[in-house]
């Protein structure tokens, strides 16, 4: 595992989005925590039956259970080349323990990407998301920023879009505040190694997805 990125910002401010393109251009593999516990949901697992109270309240799920999880995920042989973490760390307590573990394993996090969005913009975003239902595509339109060419349908894979449930305005709130208090203290922990790459992402100053997935290949360079 060469390269190790995190992506790092409130919900809605394009995390997937920006990681997918990343994704594609550096030829690593992205894992989101969040698409772990859907999917675990939507299986009716032991794991989905334990998380999703969490998810329907936009609420955590249990640092010790989200780092068993994300864990176990790291040490499987697809994430050879390196990874990007889409929504791990969320704490400084998942933070300090993804140093432990990548050090224990001779690893380090190369560069966190984080990524800011004035919050009128979020909600926005997020109550107008679509995302395909296509694990192998997850491309996420917005019904007034992006649209698809077909309302309802995939322009890359032809999937039927989806609403997430947790894109309600009611639940917004609470992830947002989940936010402020329990994840950004993180941008702390990476400023202080040095690690911390802040940038705006926002269609106010017309500057979105693919130009900082751009900038921040460059970065990397
Ligand atoms: P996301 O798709 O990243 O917005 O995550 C959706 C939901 O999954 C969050 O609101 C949390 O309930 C849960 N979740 C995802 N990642 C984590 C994490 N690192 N720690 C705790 N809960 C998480």
Do not use: W
């Not at 936010?179 to 990476?190: D, M, V």
């Amino acid at each position: 595992m060469d390269m190790i990125l995190i992506m790092l910002g409130a919900p809605g401010t394009g995390k997937g989005t920006v990681a997918g393109i990343l994704s594609k251009e550096l030829g690593i593999v992205s894992v989101s925590s969040g698409d772990i516990f859907r999917k675990a949901i939507s299986e009716k697992t032991e794991l989905g039956k334990e998380v999703e109270g969490y998810l329907a309240k936009g609420a955590l799920v249990p640092d010790e259970l989200t780092i068993r999880v994300i864990e176990a995920r790291l040490l499987e042989p697809d994430l050879e080349n390196g990874v990007i973490l889409d929504g791990f760390p969320r704490t400084t307590h998942q933070a300090e323990e993804l140093e432990k573990f990548l050090s224990e394993n001779g690893k380090s996090v190369t560069k966190v990407i984080n990524l800011v969005t004035p919050e009128e913009e979020i909600v926005e975003r997020i109550v107008n998301r679509r995302i395909c239902s296509n694990q192998n595509c997850k491309t996420v339109f917005n019904m007034k920023l992006n649209p698809p060419k077909v309302t309802g349908v995939c322009d890359e894979c032809g999937g039927e879009l989806i609403q997430r449930k947790d894109d309600t305005e009611e639940v917004i709130k609470s992830r947002l505040n989940t936010y402020y208090t329990e994840t950004a203290p993180i941008e702390k922990f990476y400023e202080e190694k040095g690690l911390l790459y802040s940038t705006q992402i926002s269609q106010r100053v017309n500057r979105l997805a693919p130009e900082v997935a751009k900038d921040v290949v460059e970065l990397l360079k």
